[in-house]
């Protein structure tokens, strides 16, 4: 753990604190391919290090006396003192709360944090910051190293990032994962209309429903995920 996070810390010292956007890159299709190309390989292995990490989503606006903000520090701290690594956004919010939990747990807190022109910032508490041009190149670095995902109450990127887990874990694209959403009372209505329309019209089946976990408490979090893969192993060991 000492020499994964002296390499984060040198790693990091690399990297920019703050967002400075600028669109200069030449604008055609063709040399556009080589900077993709380029992120993904520094994504790839940048992160390649980082072990049981578990991605936080979560609204960037949610302030720091809510509720919501020491649900996500207080879940994240626990999750970082059982040697979990946390990944987000690196933005405000829920994603704050999260690397400042796990920083103060003196655990692995990742930021992958995207340029763009208004936003944003990445957050004071990261200890291994990297930062992305493409929300695709992104959003394939925590699927590929997230060993689970808590999603807390959060807007339209939140709702990207959760629909599109559950797509990937649905349709076998990537291996079965722990998809926790935080705040029964927040997503009850959701989870609601799931039922009344989705699976009432045919569009997903019922069993989709069991892809994901509702909790309430940081102790819910940590015992989603230790069920998850408890679970599975006591079955990949009954196969054998």
Not at 129 to 143: A, D, G, I, P, Q
């Amino acid at each position: 753990m000492k020499k994964l996070k002296d390499s984060m810390k040198r790693h990091s010292s690399k990297m920019r604190l703050e967002t400075t956007f600028k669109d200069d890159f030449v604008t055609t299709n063709t040399w556009r391919v080589f900077r993709i190309m380029s992120e993904f390989v520094d994504g790839f292995e940048g992160l390649s290090s980082v072990k049981r990490g578990v991605s936080f989503f979560g609204s960037k606006a949610t302030p720091k006396n809510h509720p919501y903000y020491k649900l996500a520090y207080e879940s994240a701290y626990l999750l970082a003192k059982k040697g979990y690594s946390i990944i987000t956004g690196a933005g405000g919010g829920i994603m704050e709360a999260s690397n400042k939990g796990a920083n103060d747990a003196k655990g692995v807190s990742v930021g992958l944090n995207i340029l763009i022109p208004r936003e944003q910032l990445p957050n004071s508490y990261i200890n291994y910051l990297m930062e992305f041009r493409y929300f695709f190149v992104r959003k394939v670095m925590f699927t590929k190293h997230s060993y689970a995902f808590v999603v807390f109450p959060g807007g339209f990127g939140t709702l990207d990032e959760l629909f599109e887990t559950l797509s990937l874990v649905q349709t076998y694209r990537i291996e079965p994962v722990p998809v926790i959403l935080v705040s029964k009372e927040y997503w009850s209505d959701l989870i609601d209309w799931f039922k009344a329309r989705l699976v009432k019209e045919g569009a997903i089946e019922k069993k989709d429903l069991n892809l994901f976990k509702l909790v309430d408490k940081p102790e819910e979090v940590l015992s989603a995920i230790k069920s998850f893969y408890d679970l599975k192993k006591k079955t990949k060991g009954k196969k054998k």
